[in-house]
């Protein structure tokens, strides 16, 4: 069972234009929701997190907009950049368990 | 300050063969992490270590276990290799066990199984 749904499985953007990456999740208890971010022959980094109390939480061109009632969130990459051609995956966890559950990933391009 | 390292970078092997990898944890941090990736599936949880307990396990067959030593430093196991096994494994490491401890990832080993 998979508990955290994440599309697209893949992406591709023109340079300038807006990347949006949807998840959405089963477990109602969970309470954190990070992003990480994955370069080749990298390890997935932490990109930005949010936690249920807020709706949207922006860092520089990175936001992650949050929906309680749908279940859902989802990243939006503004002005994306050649250099943010990625992987990115998103993850949840709570209820009792700090382990994050990770989405399967979206690979992203973004074409200059 | 390091990061966490991982070693072997690359590793092949052949199938019923097992295969033993490591991780450093950055320097200070407790809890260690591994995870499997692959391009279907995504990251799959195996197990955590807290100070030289496992605290967490995931879904995986007994085949895969994990030790941590007093300094911290982590070993995966995987015995009687199978082909399945091929993929990434990374392995992360927190300060302390906690939702809002941020996780620190190696850049993996690498598993091809023949």
Redesign the interface.
Known sequence: QQQVK?SPQSLIVQKGGISIINCAYENTAF??F?W?QQFP??????LIAIRPDVSEKKEGRFTISFNKSAKQFSLHIMDSQPGDSATY?CAA??GG?????????TSLIVHP | KAG?TQTPRYLIKTRGQQVTLSCSPISGHRSV?W?QQTP??????LF?YFSETQR?K?NFPGRFSGRQFSNSRSEMNVSTLELGDSALY?C?SQKD???N????????TQLSVL
């Open positions: 994440q309470d954190y990070p990480y022959g990298k390890g997935p980094a932490l995956f966890s709570g368990s700090y382990i994050p559950t990770f989405g399967r990933g | 966490v992490s995870y279907g599936q995504g990251l799959q949880f955590e967490n995931g990374l992360a066990a906690g939702a401890e941020k996780l620190f990832f190696g850049s993996g």
